[in-house]
């Protein structure tokens, strides 16, 4: 059986699988997010790295409101995507010697994350709004903002800084 399970036959069906899969998503990030903070030189970056783990773990609660607004008892399925980027991370970072240059992978792998989830919770937000859910989308946009807001501050970093010092 593939991504999407025999289940799903409707839109509201496919709104709660993506909710698990972000679910899931968001709590494999706040695993992984430690681990980019530990290997993070630069002290913006690394700030900015746990800014984003306090922000997700927000995240989830706002997730679970969702899940409790529309029916659900909060459940993750596992999401290939996010833990194909996870394991990338994992390997490209482990074998990066320089830490200017590690930074600037960090913050490559921090967007391949943020882009990912933008494009989960853009689609979670529209799917919400053709529901008749506009109390679920209004929840879902909260995240949908500060995940481009993570984006955007990713790369002033890399274009102010961070990508100049490891060229």
């Known amino acids: 059986m593939g991504l999407f399970t025999k289940d799903i036959q409707t839109l509201d069906d496919l709104f709660v699988h993506t909710l698990q899969d972000i679910y899931y998503a968001e709590n494999q990030i706040t695993k992984a997010l430690p681990k980019m903070i530990a290997k993070a030189s630069d002290p913006e970056l690394k700030?900015?790295?746990?800014?984003?783990?306090?922000?997700?773990?927000?995240?989830?609660?706002?997730?679970?409101?969702?899940?409790?607004?529309?029916?659900?008892q909060p459940k993750a399925v596992t999401c290939p995507a996010i833990d194909g980027i996870i394991k990338e991370t994992n390997e490209i970072s482990g074998e990066i010697g320089d830490k200017t240059v590690l930074d600037a992978a960090?913050?490559?792998?921090?967007?391949?994350?943020e882009h990912y989830e933008i494009t989960r919770y853009g689609t979670l937000v529209a799917w919400a709004k053709q529901l008749g859910r506009n109390d679920c989308?209004?929840?879902?946009?909260?995240?949908?903002?500060?995940?481009?807001?993570?984006?955007?501050?990713?790369?002033?970093?890399?274009?102010?800084?961070?990508?100049?010092?490891?060229a």
Do not use: P, W
Request: charged fraction near 30%; proline fraction near 0%; charge should be negative.
């Open 137 to 166: 989308a209004s929840v879902l946009q909260q995240t949908l903002d500060e995940e481009r807001a993570t984006d955007e501050r990713l790369t002033r970093m890399a274009d102010s800084q961070i990508n100049r010092r490891a």
């Open 47 to 72: 700030s900015g790295f746990e800014k984003h783990l306090s922000e997700t773990e927000g995240q989830i609660r706002r997730l679970e409101e969702v899940f409790q607004m529309h029916g659900h």
């Open 106 to 113: 960090l913050i490559a792998s921090a967007q391949a994350v």
